[in-house]
């Protein structure tokens, strides 16, 4: 048995049958769940730079200033006998003084040529005042803005002064005479480095500060008063930048122990190895030599040390911007643990902490140890060295911190040892490997990574050949470059792109690592023309097309921004892309199964029409190619792909502009022209011309009352104009006149320019342009004759200006209104001040205005409760003091309407340039690339912040200790508990359920009820909103805004993922599904994703068998569906297992949705000329059964193809469908009832029912439920029937209010809870009950 993959999905191991459910739950696929639908698509917030030095140093020029006097001491330091004698490892008294003096200052050179080969040294051997300046300045000069060194032994002259002076000599050696500091800042200049090695050493750098502060003070005095002999002079540099480093603080006096040298602050500095262990054998370069493996060692554990007491700012400027000033300092640690021991603290500015005590110091000592115990067998036997475990060992100190889990933990210490590590061949697959571990951390670990100075390792490393590098190389780039991307331009200086390109060509390279190759090579072609001109040289179009088809989608998906960015805004990419046919390439990655793969595409499409070249006739045509195949993906289920469509067409209309200027004229002339019939009423799909009002059919509504199509109920839809009123102190509109208004309630009096940030174009405006211009031969679109390029994409835009999901319609509003702001201001500029005109959709009422002006004042907007949905009337502006019937919160000032948070929109038309004045706007050239600069999605940053996030670490859901699994695993035991008491109860039989268990009153008539399988929740939607109730406590949880237009209502709901983390899909007879997340806990609702179910819904024609099935017929569907005569609406069913969603409704197909690609993946047609009014589906046995408006009942095996696809059709119903449900066992049977009551029960195998039971006529609402065998019918007599299997009544519920007794509204919907015996009934009259079984069973 395989126990322990078992336990590892299911944390439940108990009763069969319980752990079997439990099983079920952990197996099932998790819809809509995707970083996609959970994060905001846009890039990382970009970290601050603070690794690269802005200013790198050098020092140029060394002063090495030597006051000894061999032979004489000075008069205040009275020496020890013997004493401390060596000076740079020299005996003074071993020569005659003149000759110890040039021979000790020659070996002081040579010990800092070590650390800084290159610099100009000049010695100035126990000089004068004069001799110093003149040396000083020489130096400065020629070092201009670089850094000086100035090194001063005053070990042969009395100590510093507390006046802030330092001592030399007269020309005949006759007197020591003072030098100011003050001087010595003058002549020195910044950026200087001063080194002391005398006693009291620390009473200069006192000085020195001092003396820097009252340059300052004199200077903020000269600069206040002109006459100010400083006033006229230049600026000298500031003294604060300059670093001192002193032998000792100021009481000290230098050690004089005859076991050390005389300069040992100075041995310690220039030689710290000799000084650490007095002489060992080899080349302190030599790496392979005992010497030059100890002073590698000692380079780490210094580096170590400053980077971990430092802070880093402070590491950065010293340890990493002057080689020179980093080994002096480095050695200045070695100083302050080795001169401490003898009593003396050596003295830096900046000053350091102290680190004479860091543990890291036992490692040198240990490594020392070890060097030395193997120097007798070296010497007297000749062995060879055994290298220091060291490196080995500190790379595995560092493994152990990166397994031990790093939440809130200090940085590892070991990180500049591991840089260090990546010098030697030896260690260096293991560091790279360790390296890429740590940066997978996270971007924090990459800027610390960053910080250490890892950066010139990794781009050296780029010109080695060994294979075994490439994938831990790559690994890192690609985690560098997706936290920093500015490393661009350093990879093409070096060559380092051609790494990358070599790796992206090498097809024996694993997937993962040649996505990581080609994210590179994105970041290096991003935006920067020298990269790109290098990979296009590099031949990365070609290797890029080659992978279009890899299986790996990371890789396609990368390989696809890629290419959009090698061409954008570079024409030879884009023709070198034309030659390879790299859009026809790019065309079968349109239809990829994975969203982010069709974005991906979409962005380098639009990016290849976007170029902003000379336009030939051939090119022109590619543009159009391109146009039409992005044009089918208009009813793409991802929005992702659908905002990335907006702005690849907002590219080309850039480029088009004249053309789709001459459209929208064209279409806004048409839109004045036109009066548009209401959805339901339009009796041909593609017919153009409108259709006038017929007295068959009562219209929706008026134009008129059509521009509050969308009310202000969220913050998209309040119109700017109004935003822009001043709001007096109480929230009220100050006084106005209408006039102020254009009519079509978008436009303010000047005309969307770009300086008021107006609309021109209203979403009433441009809806009703869409439906003017039936889009319905979209799907058709190829083979139009490319004239009408233009006029189909506008249509298309005009489409997806209408999107349910709000960013996609904000986007292409955008587009639009750039357009028809530019067509009006080109076609009229005399009329900028009085344009309303030109947006004149029909005599807008000063009713519909009123409505407008009170919705913006702040209180909620209210719907409208009288019957004007089925009239011509006006809807009523509502009073203040009107009863709230929408969710009881106020918008603020800014205009916030309720649920204004699920939709964070903004509104800006045009980005304004720094003070962009209005009448730059009407310039063409001023106003060119407005669209293509404001609008982008952020998809491909959100793309790369999958480097730059852990992705070797274990999914949170997989950890079997996290939090989201513990929750979970909370869950599925609710769940089976649910489960097992429901079963108890209906397996004992329910013989009366009227036990009401939960009434109240809704904010809005319910239109469709839907339990939560497994919590106490009941959603409850009326037309535009959603209400969550708590049936058990009797509250209200939530009540929120749909977001769909005026003229439509919600005819459907599911739970998805009603198992685990639920979300709620709604569907609205205009055929559009929403999504929707964190609804009825406390938290906003959010949007999660919406797209366009079904494409053109179509009126219905009911079955009509008799007259009086007829007449029964128009009677119920009067009361089914008040708002437009007819339509089933939208009809959906939602199967788990599959991640598959069946929809239909006023079509003539069953559609497929797949869930996990987000896109259709089958249209069933079903062969009827009538609406679908009910769908039910079986995975198991890939069966959906559909019910239809003529009576007739359908089934479907989805494994088919379209034509044989249809299995049965039963056509006993004499009227529409209510309901068909297939149970869902194996041999489950398919239960269908009309509105005439007769139930019928089919075996899907054999072609007549099995059974009949007759309920009662004039059914409006009826449930099955799925466990019980119970169905309930609601009928317009206002009484529900509930009836077991054998056609028993065994409830029958009479509404009446209990005080008056009198009979209130008819039953608007149904439902039973999936497992418990509960039934939930809306009626007409808002309210909304759930009936159960009697309380012993329960």
Not at 342 to 360: E, G, K, Q
Not at 429 to 448: E, H, I, K, Q, T
Not at 530 to 556: K, M, V, Y
Request: hydrophobic share 40%; charged share 20%; net charge neutral.
């Amino acid at each position: 048995m395989k126990m322990d993959s078992d336990l590892l999905h299911s944390p439940a191991v108990g009763l069969a049958e319980e752990e079997e459910a439990d099983m079920n739950d952990w197996k099932l696929p998790l819809a809509f769940m995707k970083k996609r639908h959970s994060e905001k698509i846009e890039g990382c917030k970009a970290l601050a730079q603070s690794w690269r030095m802005k200013d790198r140093m050098k020092t140029v020029s060394v002063a090495l200033v030597l006051c000894l006097n061999v032979g004489v001491d000075p008069p205040d330091v009275v020496k020890t006998s013997p004493c401390a004698r060596l000076e740079c490892w020299i005996d003074p008294l071993s020569m005659s003084p003149q000759k110890a003096l040039e021979t000790i200052g020659a070996n002081l050179q040579k010990q800092y040529e070590n650390w800084q080969p290159r610099a100009r040294y000049k010695q100035s051997l126990d000089p004068t005042v004069d001799e110093v300046k003149k040396l000083c300045t020489s130096l400065r000069r020629n070092a201009k803005e670089e850094r000086v060194l100035f090194h001063y032994n005053g070990h042969g002259v009395p100590r510093p002064t507390v006046n802030g002076e330092i001592w030399v000599f007269n020309k005949n050696y006759t007197q020591y005479i003072p030098l100011s500091i003050y001087d010595l800042q003058t002549w020195m200049g910044s950026p200087s480095i001063f080194v002391y090695d005398c006693s009291n050493a620390g009473i200069i750098v006192k000085s020195f500060k001092q003396f820097a502060l009252q340059r300052e003070q004199e200077l903020e005095v000269a600069a206040i008063n002109p006459s100010h002999p400083l006033a006229q002079m230049p600026l000298p540099p500031s003294m604060k930048n300059c670093i001192q480093l002193a032998a000792c603080e100021a009481s000290e006096l230098l050690p004089m122990n005859p076991d050390l040298p005389a300069d040992l602050f100075t041995s310690c500095l220039t030689t710290p190895i000799k000084i650490a262990l007095r002489w060992i054998p080899g080349r302190l370069n030599d790496r392979r030599t005992p010497l030059g493996e100890l002073n590698w060692i000692f380079t780490a554990i210094t580096d170590t040390i400053a980077w971990n007491v430092l802070p880093r700012d402070l590491f950065q400027k010293l340890f990493r911007q002057d080689l020179l000033v980093a080994s002096l300092f480095r050695n200045f640690l070695l100083a302050e643990r080795i001169m401490r021991s003898y009593n003396c603290t050596p003295v830096s500015s900046p000053r350091l902490p102290p680190t004479y005590m860091h543990a890291m110091w036992q490692a040198w000592d240990l490594a020392v140890d070890i060097c030395l115990s193997q120097l007798p067998t070296i010497i007297e036997e000749g062995t060879a060295f055994r290298h220091s475990p060291f490196f080995a060992e500190q790379l595995t100190a560092f493994q152990v911190w990166l397994t031990m889990g790093v939440e809130n933990r200090n940085p590892p210490e070991q990180l500049p040892i591991v840089l260090q590590v990546l010098l030697s061949q030896v260690h260096r697959l293991r560091a790279l490997d360790l390296l890429g571990r740590f940066l997978d951390l996270g971007p924090w670990a990459v800027s610390l990574a960053l910080s250490v100075g890892i950066f010139p390792y990794v781009l050296k490393l780029l010109q080695s050949s060994a294979r075994e590098l490439r994938p831990l190389l790559v690994f890192i780039w690609a985690k560098i470059l997706a936290v920093d991307s500015s490393c661009q331009a350093d990879l093409v200086k070096d060559n380092g792109h051609k790494y990358f390109l070599s790796v992206l060509a090498d097809s024996y390279m694993p997937a993962e690592h040649r996505t990581m190759a080609v994210f590179i090579l994105a970041v290096i072609v991003n935006s920067y023309n020298t990269g790109q001109e290098a990979c296009l040289q590099g031949n990365l179009i070609a290797n890029c097309l080659e992978q279009l088809s890899d299986p790996h989608p990371l890789l396609r998906q990368w390989v696809a921004i890629c290419l959009g960015r090698i061409w954008q805004n570079f024409d030879p990419a884009r023709w070198c892309g034309v030659r390879d046919s790299a859009h026809e390439k790019l065309y079968t990655l349109l239809s990829d199964p994975i969203p982010e793969v069709r974005c991906a595409a979409v962005f380098a499409l639009g990016t290849f029409v976007g170029n902003s070249a000379e336009r030939t006739d051939h090119s022109t045509t590619i543009d159009h190619n391109v146009a039409m195949m992005l044009a089918q993906l208009i009813n793409d289920g991802s929005p992702v792909v659908r905002k990335e469509l907006v702005v690849a067409l907002s590219h080309l209309v850039v480029q088009y502009e004249s053309n789709f200027c001459t459209v929208a004229l064209q279409f806004i002339e048409e839109e004045k022209n036109y009066t548009v019939p209401s959805p339901a009423n339009t009796t041909e799909p593609g017919n153009l011309t409108p259709v006038r009002d017929s007295p068959a059919i009562p219209r929706l509504r008026s134009v008129n009352s059509y521009t509050n199509i969308r009310a202000a109920t969220t913050a998209r839809n309040l119109n700017k104009s109004l935003q822009n009123l001043n709001l007096n102190e109480e929230g009220g509109p100050a006084a106005f006149s209408p006039g102020n208004l254009s009519t079509s309630s978008s436009a303010s009096s000047t005309l969307g320019s770009p300086d008021n940030d107006e609309y021109i174009l209203s979403f009433e405006t441009i809806d009703k342009m869409r439906r003017v211009s039936s889009y319905s031969s979209l799907n058709s679109l190829i083979g139009v004759s490319f004239n009408s390029v233009y006029t189909q994409i506008w249509r298309v835009l005009l489409h997806l200006a209408a999107d349910p999901f709000p960013e996609v319609s904000d986007l292409a509003m955008k587009v639009l209104n750039s357009i028809a702001y530019k067509a009006t201001m080109n076609a009229r500029p005399q009329r900028i001040l009085d344009s309303g005109s030109l947006t004149q959709s029909a005599p807008a009422s000063p009713t519909s205005k009123g409505t407008h002006i009170h919705q913006a004042g702040g209180s909620p907007p209210m719907p409208s409760t009288s019957s004007s949905s089925l009239t011509n009337e006006v809807p009523k502006p509502p009073t203040r003091e009107q009863p709230a019937t929408r969710p009881p919160y106020t918008p603020t000032l800014g205009g916030q309407a309720p649920h204004s948070h699920q939709f964070p929109r903004t509104r800006k038309m045009f980005d304004k340039g720094p003070e962009q004045a209005a009448e730059d706007s009407d310039e063409p050239g001023g106003h060119r690339n407005y669209i293509s600069l404001a609008l982008q999605t952020g998809l491909c940053d959100w793309s790369a912040k999958y480097f730059a996030q852990p992705v070797m670490k274990i999914p949170e859901e997989h950890d079997l200790e996290s939090q989201v699994r513990m929750e979970r695993q909370w869950r599925f035991l609710r769940n089976t508990r649910v489960r097992r008491q429901s079963r108890c109860i209906t397996q004992r039989g329910v013989s009366r359920l009227d036990d009401q268990i939960f009434i109240n009153r809704n904010p809005g008539v319910p239109s469709v009820v839907k339990f939560h399988p497994f919590n106490t929740c009941i959603a409850v939607a009326d037309k535009d909103s959603i209400c969550f109730w708590d049936w058990e406590k009797g509250e209200r949880l939530d009540y929120f805004y749909n977001g769909n237009p005026r003229y439509t209502r919600i005819t459907a709901m599911e739970y998805l993922n009603g198992h685990d983390c639920s979300l709620l899909l709604t569907a609205t007879d205009d055929g559009a599904l929403r999504i929707w997340k964190n609804f009825a806990d406390q938290k906003n609702p959010e949007m999660v994703t919406a797209w366009q179910g079904l494409s053109d819904m179509l009126p219905t024609t009911r079955g009509q068998p008799s007259a009086s099935a007829h007449s029964l017929a128009r009677r119920v569907s009067i009361y089914l569906d008040r708002s437009k005569q007819g339509g089933a609406g939208m009809v959906v069913d939602w199967e788990q297992e599959t991640g598959l969603l069946m929809t239909s409704g006023d079509v003539r197909v069953v559609r497929i949705w797949d869930t996990d690609r987000e896109m259709k993946v089958q249209d069933i047609p079903t062969g009827a000329d009538s609406c679908v009014t009910s769908l039910s589906c079986d995975s198991q046995r890939s069966l959906i059964v559909a019910g239809l408006g003529d009576g007739s009942v359908r089934v479907f095996d989805r494994r088919m193809g379209p034509n044989e696809c249809r299995v049965m059709t039963y056509r006993e119903h004499g009227a529409w469908v209510v309901k068909a449900h297939l149970q869902k066992e194996t041999d489950g049977h398919i239960i269908s009832v009309s509105v005439n009551g007769d139930v019928r029960f089919f075996e899907p195998r054999t072609p007549d029912s099995i059974n009949v039971l007759q309920t009662v006529k004039g059914l409006t609402a009826l449930d099955i439920h799925p466990q019980a065998n119970l169905f309930a019918c609601g009928s317009m007599n206002q009484f529900i029937a509930v009836y077991n299997a054998n056609g028993d009544v065994i409830s029958n519920i009479k509404y009446y209010d209990g005080f008056m007794g009198q009979r209130i509204g008819a039953i608007s919907c149904l439902a039973f809870h999936p497992y418990w015996p509960h039934l939930a009934v809306g009626s007409n009259d808002y309210y909304m009950s759930i009936y159960s079984a009697e309380k012993r069973l329960r």
